[in-house]
T-cell receptor
Framework: DVKVTQSSRYLVKRTGEKVFLECVQD?????MFWYRQDPGLGLRLIYF???????EKGDIPEGYSVSREKKERFSLILESASTNQTSMYLC???????????????FGDGTRLSIL | AQSVTQLDSQVPVFEEAPVELRCNYS??????LFWYVQYPNQGLQLLLK??????LVKGINGFEAEFNKSQTSFHLRKPSVHISDTAEYFC????????????FGDGTTLTVKP
């Protein structure tokens, strides 16, 4: 089974801090994703990576950056945390299949981040 | 661009009753369709997927969904629900050639009551 591991289940940080959320997958997947999940808003894509060092902005990239130095690891960075970034963050991965879109995504258990 | 609409934000139902969770999508190209389930304090896990072929797709835990191209729908059904099916359900669509990205609906919370 694919395992996607997020480094923290719960995290509390202060406004203005630089925050790192880490995600590791063990199935050699090319694609990795970061979403935030808020009640009533579903999942919104923050950033997407389809290969090492490659990234694309999603629907809500403002205030975030990402890093993918190794294939198995995808990090989300909040450059200067603000209270409106309090949310559940979900990491996911999927197989590439020649950049087709027919592979399901595999999710981690999420990081619930609170910014005080 | 593609979009997904889950028509019900909350669906309460009694145990052993049938349930249908509705999902409509729009896309200008061919699509792949997915249903995911999220139990409390967990990530999403795949229930079932439609890629091509038979329009009736069977998934885990007794769920099934039917792809209707003319109505652009992909409704999820279960003939008899259990308390353990209480969860949030997400419909997702991936457009062909969109490099693996999916668009998710806002979710439907299914609450099964005894």
């Amino acid at each position: 089974d694919v395992k996607v591991t997020q480094s923290s289940r719960y995290l509390v940080k202060r406004t203005g801090e630089k925050v790192f959320l880490e995600c590791v997958q063990d199935m050699d997947h090319e694609n990795m994703f970061w979403y935030r999940q808020d009640p009533g808003l579903g999942l919104r894509l923050i950033y997407f990576s389809y290969d090492v060092k490659m990234k694309e902005k999603g629907d809500i990239p403002e205030g975030y950056s990402v890093s993918r130095e190794k294939k198995e690891r995808f990090s989300l960075i909040l450059e200067s945390a603000s209270t409106n970034q309090t949310s559940m963050y979900l990491c996911a991965s999927s197989s590439h299949q020649r950049r087709r879109s027919n592979q399901p995504q595999h999710f981690g258990d999420g990081t619930r981040l609170s910014i005080l | 661009a593609q979009s997904v609409t889950q028509l019900d934000s909350q669906v309460p139902v009694f145990e052993e009753a049938p349930v249908e969770l509705r999902c409509n999508y729009s896309s200008s190209v061919s699509v792949y369709l997915f249903w995911y389930v999220q139990y409390p304090n967990q990530g999403l896990q795949l229930l079932l997927k439609y890629l091509s072929g038979s329009t009736l797709v069977k998934g885990i835990n007794g769920f099934e969904a039917e792809f209707n191209k003319s109505q652009t729908s992909f409704h999820l059904r279960k003939p008899s629900v259990h308390i353990s099916d209480t969860a949030e359900y997400f419909c997702a669509v991936s457009a062909a050639g969109n490099a693996g990205k999916s668009t998710f609906g806002d979710g439907t919370t299914l609450t099964v009551k005894p």
